[in-house]
């Protein structure tokens, strides 16, 4: 019956891609991103490609494959000569797509490039390829699979240097290898069912058989629990760390903004409450992304309501952060402290986080206590999670610096190959629906094993765990609909 199944399948997917190739005609585009540049890449693919590279440019014999070649590149059909460059041939499936492929690199201005697509534009059975068509097509030639799609996606978007190792893992097949391997194991599970309904001549399933399965079901459920309970870490570095930045007015919010930012991004003045509503910037701290917001001073409500409206949206920032830093004045400190030698620094914080009604929700955050040059002598201060700064000396901000790396490295984690993480919602999602189904498909063995009394119909059973291989199966692509297509490949680049 398995064997049955996965024929059914294989000519499935053929009869998929069949369809989906026999509408296509050889695409291209510009590669290379848009705007001027030194070098720009135009990519070819697809059955046609061979005739287009001979349009554009004059042969005696076919182009070696993979050899990178100078020639004049004229249009096909005026003649006339739009530019010398590199061209390279790539003959299918030893290329990107798995197709017959052909690249040009030519002089990266707006005008040569557009030549150049007009030129191909010319050619009969080439037309532009749509956004992330490339990647789509190397994904039908089975060159990657789904997972190492959006690793590619997340690659071309990384703006830190940890988003480009979590994108490279994926991209490179770290995330579909522990997707696939758990595949298997539960493929030889089914195996056993399908075999038993087929041609089991009793009624009992070997016990033996049955606590094997059981083992492997459980070791693979809690590899998905151990994969699926990681705190959005992979997800939280994929979209970048809400931050928000608060504290009383004058605090040196903004200036704290700005540095971090390393331009003007928030107003910075001598007069409390300049900022009123959330200004927000995306940043680069120590390799992670983090969208930093610059909320309105906290104090007791006033008469003013736009400042109150302010500071119930600071607050509710606060909420929802993945990440909180709260600014307090450092000559405020001194003078408490000074004033009640009993006072702990902690508990000057607490008091302050009552009066200003900030409540942390985040599990990390930092205490900076700003405006160090203004005060003669910083205090002596064991506390975690806080630095002494000055943000108009920079002083201390490379020790603040390195509060955030660690706090932003317990939420994201950190990449690495042993422990590829979850970077999609959409995985999380599929792999929610497959332990819903394995623990179905568990307590099923539970009650079959060591007791020859139950009656289960084993069709049922092997129900549940196919439907475990299915959910996986979307995740990588082994099973998939064009709705999944579309959702993945929607914010591709044109070109990739």
Known sequence: MLIKLNTLYSCGVKLFRNRYYSTANTIYSLSSGQGRCGVAVIRVSGSASLTALKSLASFKTDPMPRNALVKKIFHPTSREFIDRGLILWFPGPASFTGEDSCEFHVHGGRAVVAAILDALGSVPGLRPAAPGEFTKRAFYSGKMDLTEAEGIADLIH???????????????????????????????????????????????????????????????????KEHIEDGRKGEILRQGVRAAIVGAPNVGKSSFMNILAQRPVSIV???????????????????????????????????????DEG?????????????????????????????????????????????????????????????????????????????????????????????????????????????????????????????????????????????????LDFAIVAEEIRRVIQAIGKITGAVTTDEILDVIFKDFCIGK
């Open 269 to 307: 003045t001598d007069i409390a409450g300049t900022t009123r509503d959330i200004v927000e910037v995306g940043c680069n701290v120590s390799g992670y992304p983090v969208v930093i917001s610059d909320t309105a001073g906290l104090r007791r409500r006033g008469s003013d309501i736009v400042e």
């Open 311 to 455: 500071m119930s949206r600071a607050r509710e920032c606060a909420k929802y952060a993945d990440f909180t830093i709260i600014l307090l004045d450092a000559t405020q400190v001194v003078h408490h402290l000074s004033q009640h030698p009993g006072d702990s620094l902690q508990h000057f914080i607490d008091k302050y986080l009552r009066e200003m009604e900030i409540e942390i929700h985040s599990s990390e955050f930092v205490y900076l206590i700003n405006k160090t040059d203004l005060i003669s002598e910083v205090p002596d201060s064991t506390l975690p999670r806080l630095a002494w700064i000055s943000c108009k000396t920079s002083a201390g901000l490379a020790t603040a610096i390195d509060e955030l790396q660690r706090s932003l490295q317990k939420i994201c984690g950190e990449p690495s190959a042993e422990h590829p993480v979850l970077s999609q919602a959409r995985h999380r999602h599929l792999l929610c629906e497959a332990l819903i189904h394995l623990a179905t498909f568990r307590d099923y063995v539970g009650l079959l094993a060591g007791n020859s009394s139950v009656e």
């Open 158 to 224: 990384a703006e830190t240097e940890m988003q480009r190792k979590q994108a490279l893992m994926q991209a490179n097949g770290l995330l579909s290898k522990k997707y696939n391997s758990w595949r298997e194991k539960l493929k030889g599970i089914l195996a056993h069912f399908e075999a038993f309904i087929d041609f089991a001549e009793d009624e009992n399933f070997d016990d033996a058989v049955l606590r094997d399965v059981e083992r492997v079901a459980v070791l693979v459920e809690r590899e998905m």
